[in-house]
């Protein structure tokens, strides 16, 4: 990943199945062929992650990103 925005700081999150849907903000984020987290440069403040696939429970959460901080965590969809 590219330095931090000025104001912002790092988000990096693994999602179980890799093939969920992502959508952070209301935009759909895409993992990298091969790439089981998703890291992304967002500006500080409070963030809406959503993760969806069919068969599976839907996980929504708020994420507080802080400046210059990498926030990083694990999501597992239950069926």
């Not at 959460?61 to 990103?65: A, E, G, R, V, Y």
């Given at each position: 990943p590219g330095t931090a925005p000025r104001n912002g700081g790092t988000l990096s999150v693994g999602i179980e199945p890799g093939d969920a849907e992502i959508t952070l903000d209301g935009q759909r984020q895409t993992l990298r062929s091969g790439q089981n987290r998703l890291v992304i440069q967002l500006e500080e403040g409070v963030h809406r992650l959503v993760s969806q696939k069919a068969g599976f429970q839907t996980f929504e959460?708020?994420?507080?990103?802080r400046r210059g901080r990498t926030l990083a965590f694990n999501v597992s969809l239950a069926k």
């Open positions: 959460t708020d994420l507080q990103i």
